[in-house]
């Protein structure tokens, strides 16, 4: 559509640069990522073991260690990145978040059911992990949906920020009373995960994120036509030929599973959701076919710099990831707040 | 010159109601004080308020254990109903709370903070340094939503509450994970009168007291307030040495309360509803009126949770949270105007 405007040339072919660039940045923080920790590899050496060479020291930390670790994190930053776009096409409200409307207080249920009834975080049973927090981040979901649905209205978008924090409350509360029933380190392990530490550090949890991106993540990004249509608002895209509802719904459901699957192994990250589709509108625009990959990729770069920073700044106890980017993002979401009308 | 006839019927209505609360949160403190782990009988708590025998064991524990923490429960939730009630008469947001709106966040950030670097700090010390953090996140949470084009809408002020609180939060659990402090604080988040000793409850109560009856003398002015700015100017009301009164106001009660019990949520939402569908638009009746359900409230729920599920202990603030989630989101389904 864009195209008949006659600006879409340009705005394509900047996009295609913004991703580049974006791509190179993604490139430098997973090297430095990869090269941080308490064994320090030169980022030259980071390359060569990765291409085969190398001591067997360097592959052992290489490998065994840093790399599953880094795979989750950037699958994780992808898709919240990912999932907090979609978020604001859908409620077409530019402050909407996965974390801010709850859904991360559902998938932490999930998790602390999980940790309860499945001792075991690293075994086999770790593929379960985002099954669990997807459903919590489900059950958070259709209470909102429910609670901010009118009859002649449908979804009204004040009640959904409204009820988000609710529903966020009122899981939190739940999740408190399970996770003070638990053993110490399990109970410390969820005060962990809660404040956004990316604790996925084997092979078994990359695979089992990996499904989950890699199958919606896809999807997402071939509707990016509905999600520009849906963010014109309920009437001009069903005058489009959208069928609201439905690809609403489908939508929504794509983004609970992006954000529960990415927080079930990065821990509840909030803001991510939020500031990477900000920056990406900046940076190319309101088209989702340009923003959503934008999104994905400054997800990355925002995760993995956190997490980097995390570990490496504050040992030896490291900083989680979460609480890195809420200390930069929420500053920047108020300071968006004290500027839109 | 006498009333007519249906203001009479009013004043009967509210005498009745202000005995009827009155007499409830007398049951239940005194409830609170003879059930738990050992119950005691009526007498026994009689003479152990009013004949205190420090040999006697039964007596120890009442006024050693429970006295203080039921005292301690009532006074917090009273103080937690009427900043509530404040809060919501001046932002004129039917959804304002201490706890939403960031402020106890802001507490809690402190006393964390020192928790971790100065872990012997006295009481009196921490009082001070809660309340500053409150301060803080007030100023925070208000500067930032009336910097905006467009001024101070409750929808704005809401979000930029829980998106400070969010911060904050996530600042005070940094810090509890990375000085090893997770559980100590987790019990304390939670919120709980457990720990409320004498020593503590002797400065405690006389200021929390002091400011609600410092409260009850602004209520008339927050009526006013609470009618829209217009009626207030008209009436020659200095609206803004009003708002920041009333708002260094619920500082301090909610600074302190949040100092001495932790976060507990929702109290000073729901109860000032309550009161205004018993009472009215009047705030010279919402306050006080507040002040005696939130302490029932507060009581009862402590109670609870010392009940749900001995010997072991239910966090308080998820105990309120129980009952004031659900009134919250009807609230919200109810909310019609876009804020």
């Known amino acids: 559509m864009s195209r008949s405007l006659g600006t879409g040339d340009t705005r394509t072919t900047k996009a295609w640069l913004v991703c580049l660039v974006l791509a190179g940045i993604s490139f430098v923080v997973i090297v430095l990522g990869l090269n941080t920790g308490t064994i320090r590899i030169p980022p030259l050496r980071v390359l060569d073991t990765l291409f085969g060479g190398g001591s067997g020291r360097d592959h052992i930390v290489l490998f065994e260690y840093r790399l599953p670790r880094i795979v989750v994190t950037v699958l994780a930053g992808a898709g919240l990145g990912a999932a907090g776009a979609v978020m604001q096409g859908l409620s077409r409200n530019a402050l909407a978040d996965p974390g801010v409307l709850g859904l991360h207080a559902g998938a932490a249920l999930g998790l602390v059911m999980f940790v309860s009834f499945f001792r075991d975080l690293d075994g086999s ?26 009859r002649n209205r449908g979804i009204v978008p004040v009640r959904l ?18 996770s003070l029933r638990l053993d110490e380190d399990t109970y410390a392990f969820t005060a962990r995960w809660l404040a956004g530490s990316v604790w996925g550090r084997d092979w078994i949890h990359a695979a089992a994120l990996l499904p989950w991106i890699v199958i919606v993540l896809p999807y997402v990004l071939s509707q990016t036509r509905s999600l520009n249509n849906l963010s014109l608002g309920d009437e001009t895209a069903a005058g489009i030929g959208t069928s609201v509802k439905r690809q609403r719904l489908l939508l929504l459901g794509a983004a609970v599973a992006l954000s529960s699957a990415s927080v079930s192994m990065a821990g509840g990250i909030g803001f991510i959701g939020l500031i990477a589709p900000h920056l990406a509108r900046r940076l190319v625009g309101p088209m989702y076919q340009h923003l959503l990959p934008v999104a994905c990729l400054v997800g990355v770069v925002i995760l993995v710099t956190a997490d980097t920073i995390g570990r490496s700044v504050f040992q030896p106890n490291a900083i989680p990831a979460g609480v890195v980017v809420a200390v930069v993002g929420a500053p920047y979401f108020l300071f968006l707040l004290s500027r839109t009308k | 010159m006498t009333a007519p006839p249906v203001l009479r019927a009013g004043r009967i209505r509210q005498a009745l109601l202000f005995t009827a609360s009155a007499v409830l949160l007398a049951l239940a403190i005194f409830a609170a004080i003879s059930l738990g782990a050992k119950d005691l009988t009526v007498s026994t708590v009689w003479s152990a308020v009013f004949h205190y025998d420090r040999s006697l064991m039964t007596h120890q524990i009442i006024h050693e254990l429970r006295l203080p923490r039921v005292l301690g429960a009532a006074v917090i939730g009273a103080a937690l109903a009427v900043a509530g ?29 020192s928790f971790a670097f100065f872990p012997n700090l006295p009481y009196g010390t921490l009082i001070v340094l809660s309340f500053l953090g409150a301060l803080m996140s007030t100023l925070l949470v208000f500067g930032l939503g009336a910097s905006a084009p467009g001024g101070l809408t409750p929808m704005r002020l809401t979000v930029s509450g829980a998106v400070t609180a969010a911060l904050l939060g996530s600042m005070t659990s940094g810090i509890a994970i990375y000085f090893d402090l997770s559980q100590d604080l987790a ?3 939670a919120g709980g009168v457990a720990g409320i000793k004498w020593s503590q409850l002797e400065i405690l109560a006389p200021i929390l007291l002091m400011v609600i009856a410092w409260s009850m003398g602004l209520a008339r002015s927050i009526s006013l307030i609470s009618m829209g700015d217009e009626v207030a100017l008209n009436l020659g009301l200095n609206l803004r040495r009003i708002r920041l009164l009333g708002l260094l106001t619920v500082v301090v009660l909610a600074g302190l309360s949040v100092s001495a019990a932790g976060a507990i949520g929702f109290v000073g939402l729901v109860i000032p509803h309550i009161a205004r569908k018993l009472i009215g638009v009047d705030y010279r009746q919402i306050v006080p ?12 729920a402590d109670l609870g949770a010392r009940m749900a599920n001995p010997p072991e202990e239910l966090a308080i603030g998820i105990m309120v949270s129980f009952i004031g989630v659900p009134f919250f989101l009807f609230l919200a389904r109810k909310e019609r105007r876009d804020l």
């Open chain 2, 289 to 300: 009126l507040s002040a005696l359900l939130g302490a029932v409230l507060l009581v009862l």
């Open chain 2, 187 to 189: 019990f304390w988040y």
């Open chain 2, 85 to 113: 009630s404040l809060i919501q008469g001046i932002t004129r947001n039917p959804l304002g709370d201490t706890g939403v709106l960031g402020i106890n966040a802001g507490a809690m950030f402190v006393v964390a903070v």
């Open chain 1, 161 to 178: 920020i409204l009820s988000g924090i609710g529903v966020a409350s009122g899981l939190s509360a739940i999740t408190l009373y399970w």
């Open chain 1, 125 to 150: 049973a770790a593929v379960l992990i985002p099954l669990f927090t997807f459903a919590g981040g489900v059950i958070a979901a259709v209470l909102i949906v429910l609670l901010s649905y009118s």
